[in-house]
């Protein structure tokens, strides 16, 4: 039985500027198991995004596979492999990525229009509308439900990016630097709440930061440096 939902090997990748090239992942295995949460810790620079995109199939790795949930990204044809990014893959990031003209159920729906056809949204629309407003209510945003982004607190804002990334029950979690751009207190809120989905609903997830501190909510940690992961 396969008890990974991500497993990553020998992956490579360098930038080339002009004549020279930063050589930023130089061979990193990282296996998570389903249910686990895993944190890369790495100073900035290091490559925690890099590495964070390739896993999440929004990039490709100069040498090496990823495969999710036990199948290898590399083999899948183009069309496959985004529907696995945006069906199996939540992402949410330092900066929220929020749409501003959208209120947040309608932020919090798009993973799930994007992925359907006109006649299947019509059809999902209804039951997804729910769903969303269920998240939104177990991260304490009922009263925000018709709310833009710009109405919302940092904390807010990037709650409603976590209940956007869950929506279409990915089988994976990834986070960039989520807490990067709040307060201590409130990141410390953002941690809790992906480890209560962690710990309630075994969602995986993958965490990379260059705070020490906000590993220790982690399963694992993983610890990223001159190109390589090391436990
Ligand atoms: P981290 O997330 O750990 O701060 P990144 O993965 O963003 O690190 O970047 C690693 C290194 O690669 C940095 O030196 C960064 O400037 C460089 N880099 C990242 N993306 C690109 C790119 N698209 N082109 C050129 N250099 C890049
Ligand atoms: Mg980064």
């Known amino acids: 039985?396969?008890?990974?939902?991500?497993?990553?090997q020998g992956l490579t990748k360098s930038y080339h500027m002009g004549s020279s090239t930063l050589r930023v992942l130089r061979g990193v295995d990282v296996q998570v198991r389903k249910g686990e949460f895993a944190v890369v810790v790495g100073a900035s620079g290091s490559g925690k995004s890099t590495l964070l995109h390739l896993v999440g199939l929004l990039d490709k790795p100069d040498a090496g596979s990823v495969w999710l949930d036990g199948i290898d990204a590399s083999k899948l044809p183009a069309a496959k492999r985004n529907r696995v990014r945006c069906r199996d893959v939540g992402f949410?990031?330092?900066?929220?990525?929020?749409?501003p003209e959208l209120d947040i159920i309608e932020n919090v729906l798009l993973p799930v229009k994007v992925d359907s056809s006109v006649l299947a949204w019509s059809r999902r629309r209804g039951p997804a509308r729910k769903q969303a407003v269920?998240?939104?209510?177990?991260?304490?945003?009922?009263?925000?439900?018709?709310?833009?982004?710009?109405?919302?607190?940092?904390?807010?804002?990037?709650?409603?990016?976590?209940a956007r990334a869950l929506?279409?029950?990915?089988k994976v979690?990834?986070?960039d630097e989520p807490t990067?751009?709040?307060?201590?207190?409130?990141?410390?809120q953002i941690i809790s709440v992906l480890r209560s989905f962690n710990q309630q609903r075994g969602q995986t997830i993958l965490m990379v930061t260059?705070?020490?501190n906000l590993a220790q909510?982690?399963?694992t940690v993983f610890r990223l440096a001159d190109g390589r992961l090391g436990g």
């Open 1 to 8: 039985m396969n008890d990974l939902a991500i497993k990553a």
């Open 217 to 219: 909510q982690a399963d």
């Open 210 to 212: 260059h705070d020490n």
């Open 173 to 175: 979690l990834l986070a």
């Open 134 to 162: 269920e998240i939104l209510e177990s991260l304490n945003l009922s009263h925000r439900l018709g709310h833009r982004p710009r109405e919302l607190s940092g904390g807010e804002r990037q709650r409603v990016a976590i």
């Open 167 to 170: 929506i279409n029950n990915p």
């Open 180 to 188: 990067g751009n709040l307060d201590s207190v409130t990141g410390k």
């Open 92 to 99: 949410v990031f330092q900066f929220y990525h929020l749409v």
